[in-house]
């Protein structure tokens, strides 16, 4: 199949030279609404002149993302078929034959970087088939590679590669039944998703994948009444907010969190998120990086407290004028070393608690005192 490069919309995707004389498609990082008519633009390498050499999965939504995809969903649901199968939290390894050799590559790259390319090869699996350039000429294998190094959100204790389906070349329409995920993995000794009982409506459905635990949720291959085939996600709800929180539990957010909540070590940050309704699952989460914070404020406390030392000893709490505490300290930054120590001890020297308090409270949590003030009112 052709694409026509210069009808692609450059706002809302990104057509790349790659080497090779290759074009890499993808979607902007701030596209995230997508219409019938591109979703098959996700992730292509084409040739110089639009032929499509590889193809990753076409953009599907999660039920209740969009209600054009929820229509199509429902159509398939009262006329259609579907089958259901385990959705795994691993990275897409897409395998075709260019020029009749192998290609591998992830669904954001036009080939496979090196880390992906070494845990790759530590599956277990029929590697001489799998680099046969006989086997899936016109095809886009599809697989899932989960490591217990590729960690996303849910953990992995060993190497996997499970065969998900394909993409023909020739019109881009995807494969995920079982028939053909058993194919792929009978053929290379790999593994294939777990398929669940089929459902009498999205409804049905989603309260099901909402329930589950440990899992991510569902893929759904659906096809219409006329046999046109369509993808849907049902995601858990536990999945839903870890991955919310390991996409937030950004060092700003984790300092934020322990400023409000009062938190001064880990110990009482962890017991602070378990009184906000957070469970074991999301509280872990977060520990590195509140780990590595309070790290970073007990080495703030301790310049703070060597910081006071000095200051009592300086005498300069005894300077009869503003300007000579101020000269003094400015020598005495300098000389420690410590010159981002001036505004708070020019505070201390001034006999403004609060506000020295409030340069501290910010050196230790990494910001400035105007975001420190912003946090005022506790947040979620």
Known sequence: MKIDLNAINRE???????????????????????????????????????????SGLPKFLNYGEDEWHDRITEQCFASG???????????????????????????????????????????????????????????????????????????????????????????????????????????????????????????????IAQDRLGAEGFVCQMWTAKGTPHLVKFKSAEYVKLHSLKQHASPEKIARLAYQYGADSLDEFKAAMHSQGFDWEAVSFMEPAALEHFERVDIVNAGLLAFDHSLDASGLLDAETMKAKAVGLKAMCAERGTPSLFNYGIRVLRGQPDAARDEADAMRHGVTVSQLRAWRTPQS
């Open 12 to 54: 809302q995707f990104n057509v790349k030279a790659v080497d090779g004389g290759r074009v890499l498609i993808l979607p902007q990082p701030t596209k995230h609404r997508w219409t019938p008519d591109e979703v098959h633009l996700r992730s292509l390498l084409c040739g110089a002149d639009g032929e499509v050499l590889s």
């Open 81 to 207: 078929r579907h089958e259901i199968a385990d959705k795994l939290d691993g990275s897409l390894i897409i395998r075709s034959v260019i020029d009749g050799e192998v290609h591998w590559r992830t669904r954001g790259m036009p080939t496979i970087a090196p880390d992906f390319w070494r845990m790759l090869r530590e599956v277990d699996a029929d590697w001489e088939g799998l680099d046969d350039p006989q086997y899936g000429v016109g095809e886009s294998l599809l697989f899932e590679l989960t490591h217990p190094e590729n960690h996303i959100v849910l953990r992995y204790n060993e190497p996997r590669l499970t065969a998900l389906g394909f993409i023909d070349l020739d019109d881009l329409r995807p494969c995920l039944s079982q028939v053909e995920a058993q194919r792929i993995a009978e053929a290379f000794d790999l593994w294939a998703p777990e398929y669940f009982p089929a459902q009498s409506d999205a409804d049905a459905l989603t309260m």
